[in-house]
C-alpha cells in the first residue's frame, strides 16, 4: 500500500474477462482491502460487469467497446486515490507484483511501470519491435526507457490527469503517457515482475535487486523416476554479488534457473565440453 497519507486506486480495463475476472479480484480485495477496486467494463458482451459487482468493486460501464485507453481514462476520472494503480484483468498481474510498484512510489516516484521480459511477450517479432521502439524512445527524451509499451503501472493520480486530454482510446496509451512524463520532467522508474513457478504460476522468492534468467530448452533436470539430476548436488554460490539461486522450471522440456544479483551486471555464457555443459560467467568489481 501508499504511506498512510496517500489513498489508492486500483483500476482495471476489462473487455469479455468474465473467466479470469473472480481471481483476480480476490486476490485484490484479500491483499489491499482499504483501496478503492474500479472494474470499467468496456461493452463486453459476457458478464464482467456481473461479475465485479458481485465482487463488491466499484464498477463503470461502457454502452460499447471504446478501446483500452478510453476506459483507462473513465477510470482515472472516477478514482478518488492518490495514486492509480492501471493493471490487466486477464490475471497476468497479481497483487504481489502491484506491492512492487507502490513499494517504488513510496520512495518519491511519480509513475513505476512493470517493465516485461522478452520472455513474457507474444511473439519474437514483437519483442523485436518493441526494442526497437524502445531505443527510439529513449533517444526522444533523453533517459532509457525499458518498456514503453506495459500497461501496468502506478502513477501519482494528479500528474497523470494532467495528460488525459492526449491519450489515445487504443492500446498505445501507455506510449503517450511514458513520453509525456518524461518530457514533463516527472521521476518514472521501472520494476520488473515478481519470478514465477513454471507451471503453478507460484511466485518465487528469489533474493537480489536484479535478476539473471538462464532458460535451457529443450531440457529436463530429472531422471525417469522423477529424481532431480545430477542428484543431490549441492549449490554453493561464491561471488559476493551473488545472493541467491533458484530452480523455477524443470517442466515440459524447459529448465530455468534464476540467479539472484546485487545489481545490473554484464555476463558472458560459454559451451563447454567433457562433459557438455554451460559456464556464465558474471562480471563483478574487483
Same mark, same amino acid.
Given at each position: 500500500?501508499?504511506?498512510?497519507?496517500?489513498?489508492?486506486? %486500483?483500476?482495471?480495463?476489462?473487455?469479455?474477462?468474465?473467466?479470469?475476472?473472480?481471481?483476480?479480484?480476490?486476490?485484490?480485495?484479500?491483499?489491499?482491502?482499504?483501496?478503492?477496486?474500479?472494474?470499467?467494463?468496456?461493452?463486453?458482451?459476457?458478464?464482467?460487469?456481473?461479475?465485479?459487482?458481485?465482487?463488491?468493486?466499484?464498477?463503470?460501464?461502457?454502452?460499447?467497446?471504446?478501446?483500452?485507453?478510453?476506459? %483507462?481514462?473513465?477510470?482515472?476520472?472516477?478514482?478518488?486515490?492518490?495514486?492509480?494503480?492501471?493493471?490487466?484483468?486477464?490475471?497476468?498481474?497479481?497483487?504481489?507484483?502491484?506491492?512492487?510498484?507502490?513499494?517504488?512510489?513510496?520512495?518519491?516516484?511519480?509513475?513505476?511501470?512493470?517493465?516485461?521480459?522478452?520472455?513474457?511477450?507474444?511473439?519474437?517479432?514483437?519483442?523485436?519491435?518493441?526494442?526497437?521502439?524502445?531505443?527510439?524512445?529513449?533517444?526522444?527524451?533523453?533517459?532509457?526507457?525499458?518498456?514503453?509499451?506495459?500497461?501496468?503501472?502506478?502513477?501519482?493520480?494528479?500528474?497523470?490527469?494532467?495528460?488525459?486530454?492526449?491519450?489515445?482510446?487504443?492500446?498505445?496509451?501507455?506510449?503517450?503517457?511514458?513520453?509525456?512524463?518524461?518530457?514533463?520532467?516527472?521521476?518514472?522508474?521501472?520494476?520488473?515482475?515478481?519470478?514465477?513457478?513454471?507451471?503453478?504460476?507460484?511466485?518465487?522468492?528469489?533474493?537480489?535487486?536484479?535478476?539473471?534468467?538462464?532458460?535451457?530448452?529443450?531440457?529436463?533436470?530429472?531422471?525417469?523416476?522423477?529424481?532431480?539430476?545430477?542428484?543431490?548436488?549441492?549449490?554453493? %554460490?561464491?561471488?559476493?554479488?551473488?545472493?541467491?539461486?533458484?530452480?523455477?522450471?524443470?517442466?515440459?522440456?524447459?529448465?530455468?534457473?534464476?540467479?539472484?544479483?546485487?545489481?545490473?551486471?554484464?555476463?558472458?555464457?560459454?559451451?563447454?565440453?567433457?562433459?557438455?555443459?554451460?559456464? %556464465?560467467?558474471?562480471?563483478?568489481?574487483?
Amino acid at each position: 500500500m501508499p504511506n498512510r497519507h496517500q489513498s489508492l486506486s %486500483i483500476v482495471l480495463p476489462a473487455n469479455n474477462e468474465a473467466q479470469a475476472l473472480p481471481a483476480v479480484l480476490a486476490g485484490l480485495t484479500g491483499s489491499f482491502p482499504d483501496a478503492e477496486i474500479i472494474v470499467v467494463d468496456d461493452g463486453s458482451n459476457d458478464a464482467t460487469g456481473s461479475i465485479a459487482e458481485q465482487a463488491g468493486v466499484r464498477v463503470i460501464r461502457h454502452p460499447y467497446s471504446k478501446g483500452n485507453g478510453a476506459a %483507462i481514462k473513465s477510470g482515472s476520472r472516477a478514482a478518488t486515490g492518490d495514486v492509480l494503480v492501471f493493471m490487466d484483468a486477464d490475471g497476468q498481474h497479481n497483487a504481489a507484483a502491484v506491492k512492487n510498484l507502490l513499494a517504488m512510489i513510496d520512495t518519491g516516484y511519480d509513475m513505476v511501470v512493470g517493465a516485461r521480459k522478452a520472455a513474457s511477450q507474444a511473439s519474437w517479432g514483437r519483442t523485436l519491435a518493441n526494442g526497437f521502439y524502445n531505443r527510439l524512445a529513449s533517444w526522444i527524451v533523453g533517459h532509457r526507457v525499458e518498456d514503453l509499451t506495459s500497461g501496468f503501472r502506478a502513477v501519482r493520480a494528479d500528474k497523470f490527469r494532467e495528460f488525459l486530454y492526449l491519450l489515445p482510446n487504443g492500446f498505445s496509451y501507455p506510449t503517450t503517457i511514458t513520453m509525456a512524463f518524461f518530457r514533463a520532467g516527472y521521476h518514472v522508474a521501472y520494476t520488473d515482475k515478481p519470478v514465477r513457478q513454471c507451471g503453478s504460476g507460484q511466485p518465487v522468492s528469489v533474493a537480489g535487486s536484479a535478476h539473471l534468467v538462464v532458460r535451457l530448452e529443450p531440457a529436463q533436470a530429472h531422471d525417469e523416476r522423477g529424481n532431480p539430476t545430477p542428484a543431490n548436488r549441492a549449490l554453493t %554460490i561464491r561471488l559476493p554479488i551473488v545472493k541467491d539461486m533458484k530452480l523455477t522450471c524443470d517442466f515440459e522440456g524447459q529448465v530455468e534457473w534464476v540467479l539472484g544479483l546485487a545489481g545490473k551486471y554484464p555476463f558472458r555464457v560459454t559451451e563447454l565440453t567433457g562433459p557438455p555443459r554451460l559456464a %556464465i560467467d558474471v562480471a563483478h568489481p574487483e
